[in-house]
């Protein structure tokens, strides 16, 4: 079939699954390819471009650094190229994302590189929307008709970050793991970043329809190159079905007394909530809350905290006017790629580090998966010791880790760590090897099912608030804060954190400092950056936070982030232990704020970054 120019019109066969598993093909007439069927690779000239280095989550700018000519095809063909040839030429790549403002156009521009650098097959989420622990979930257990496994995997997000024209994308290459490429391969495409002379890409291969499910195939000079969209939410909602009882959590939620609510940010996380909670679960439709995703998170921050959920936080009963309302006994947020979760009681706010703590508390009686028990635990050094203290008491193996998943995928791959989590709304398990919101979400609900399976009928059920404070009457309370300050000049930030590494060398002025601050707070007795070495491989990652500890187990943790786009994030850590169940009832910023204005004067905030007051205060 021609469309008089000479040209076929074919963009191959598209492969279509019938109910009853067979297989039936079907011509596609609907994009122009070459009559000779063959596309064309073609090497474009470029040059190095300046701060393509990735963070602990990929490489993220703003979307107007990313359309400049070369920008993304540089970072790619940098990333082909720091990857051994097997996990490139005849390898088969997930390409996805959690569906921001550019991120159609560039997984078209990354299917026709991968095309010319010889990967055989490439797999995409319908409309280009999986959820990074979706994408690690695809790599790890998604099998093709052919037999075909991912080896790895582009996934572009920025996560947590606001999408739209104006504001953030990202991109990050996941190994066969399904986790984040350790940081040996990172610093490699950083390395390649700044000599790049070239990269190749099938420039004619016609664009792909992602918003259908089926395979295209085309021909390359290296031979057959395929690029198949399909159902975003099926392997997930498979795995989650294998780990978690649906049919008690689904008894749950069909009790009149129990009410839920899921705020998806308008991220990706809608991909897969209705499948999962109200078709899966039983869950009325009114319970989801923003769960279209759109390109630019419908105007708002993805960001699953109690700054940014605004519309959840207030039907929780947590905002600052009195709702007549009576608020849904569970509610829960997600980011924009659906790793981050924020878990709400009725009135009620759990910390993300009271969050894992009390998650690995209950995993062996709650959740079917962990039923034979846990390997270990482990955490970000940022996050609250209240994991610390649970594993103590289960003796369990605990470990604690620098800031980023990777690092805890390490561990799940060597089987030291079943459960994991870190204070900035990350929580997971092994099953896969990124962080996961919706898991965190439906670990919450088994163990409120647990709790409450024989109580459906009862007068009152099990809340979340009581399931907390039943926790911190074994384990004692760990009073937790964190101070984000937000776009901070990135000089001033630096010239903060160094001043704090040269405080450290003197405990006699850190104590007078702290003493002149508030006599109420103990001493400082040690002081230092947080150094790791991985049990696994030995490899040692320096300069991870700056840690003052205190007498009393009180803790002050320093940070610049690696999650924004531009400017510099300055993370204050602040954390008070209570083992005195008498004292756990107390509001967290009044039990913390003698700690508060020691941090602020040790750390000369105010003076460094102009800033009177935190961005964001968690």
């Known amino acids: 079939m021609s469309n008089g120019d000479g040209d076929l019109v074919h963009a191959g066969w598209w492969d279509w699954w019938t109910s009853d598993g067979g297989v039936c093909k079907i011509l596609r007439p609907s994009v122009i390819e070459s009559k000779e069927m063959v596309f064309k690779i073609s090497k474009v000239s470029t040059t190095p471009i300046d701060g393509q280095k990735p963070g602990t989550s990929g490489l993220r700018k703003k979307v107007k650094v990313f ?21 490139v030429r005849g390898a088969t790549l997930v390409v996805s994302g959690d569906g921001r403002y550019f991120s159609k156009d560039a997984i078209q521009i990354i299917i026709k590189m991968s095309a010319a650098n010889g990967v055989r097959r ?6 280009g929307l999986l959820s990074t622990p979706a994408v690690s979930a695809v790599i790890r257990e998604r099998v093709g008709v052919d037999g075909s496994k991912a080896t790895g995997a582009f996934i572009l997000t920025a996560s947590h970050n606001p999408g739209g024209p104006h504001e953030d994308f990202g991109i990050k290459y996941n190994m066969e793991n399904g986790g984040p490429a350790p940081e040996a391969i ?47 939410a099926g392997d997930y909602v498979k795995l989650m079905k294998s780990i978690f009882d649906f049919e008690l959590i689904r008894k749950l939620l069909s009790s009149s007394k129990f009410t839920f609510c899921y705020d998806a940010l308008h991220g990706v996380a809608g991909a897969y909530a209705h499948r999962i909670f109200v078709e899966e679960l039983g869950a009325q439709e009114s319970s989801l809350l923003n769960c279209v995703p759109k390109e630019d998170f419908g105007g708002g921050h993805p960001d699953p905290n109690l700054t940014y959920a605004k519309e959840l936080v207030a039907r929780m009963g947590l905002g600052k006017s009195d709702s007549a309302v009576d608020p849904p006994e569970f509610g829960a947020a997600a980011d924009g790629d659906a790793d981050r979760n924020m878990i709400l009681g009725k009135r009620f706010f759990v910390t993300p580090s009271d969050s894992v703590a009390i998650i690995a508390a209950n995993a062996v009686d709650a959740i079917p998966y962990f039923s034979s028990g846990l390997k270990g635990v482990a955490r970000s050094m940022p996050t609250s010791a209240a994991l610390d203290v649970v594993a103590k008491n289960l003796n369990l193996k605990f470990f604690e880790v620098p800031t980023g998943w990777k690092f805890f995928g390490n561990l799940m791959d060597a089987g030291l760590c079943s459960i994991c989590g870190e204070e900035s709304f990350g929580t997971g398990s092994d099953h896969i090897r990124e962080k996961d919101g919706i898991w965190a979400v439906l670990a919450w609900l088994s163990i409120l099912a647990f709790k409450n399976k024989e109580n459906l009928n009862g007068d009152k059920l099990v809340t979340v608030e009581d399931i907390v404070r039943q926790h911190w009457a074994i384990y004692g309370r760990h009073y937790y804060t964190r101070y984000d300050y937000e776009n901070v000049d990135a000089g001033a930030a630096k010239d903060l954190m160094a001043c704090l590494v040269k405080l450290q060398s003197s405990l006699d002025e850190i104590n007078s400092i702290v003493k002149g601050a508030r006599s109420d ?19 040692v990652s320096k300069h991870q936070g700056i840690r003052f500890l205190f007498e009393d187990g009180s803790r002050l943790v320093f940070r610049l982030s690696g999650t924004g786009s531009e400017g510099a994030t300055i993370r204050l850590y602040i954390e008070q232990y209570e083992k005195d169940s008498s004292k756990t009832g107390r509001d967290s910023q009044e039990a913390l704020a003698p700690l508060v204005e020691v941090a602020l004067k040790l750390s000369k905030m105010l003076e460094f970054t102009g800033r009177s007051a935190p961005t964001v205060i968690t």
Not at 203 to 222: K, Q, R
């Open 122 to 127: 490439v797999w995409v989420g319908q409309n």
């Open 521 to 539: 707070v103990s001493n400082v007795v040690n002081a230092d950056e947080f150094e790791y070495k991985d049990p696994v491989d030995g490899s």
């Open 186 to 232: 990172t610093d490699k495409i950083f390395e390649n970043t700044k000599t790049i002379t070239e990269y190749l890409i099938a420039e004619d291969l016609p664009n792909i329809d992602i918003s259908t499910i089926g395979v295209a195939n085309f021909l390359g000079p290296e031979g057959q190159f395929d690029v198949e969209v399909f159902d975003s």
């Open 67 to 87: 359309i400049q000519p070369h920008y993304l095809q540089n970072f790619v063909q940098s990333t082909f190229n720091a990857l051994t040839p097997e996990k």
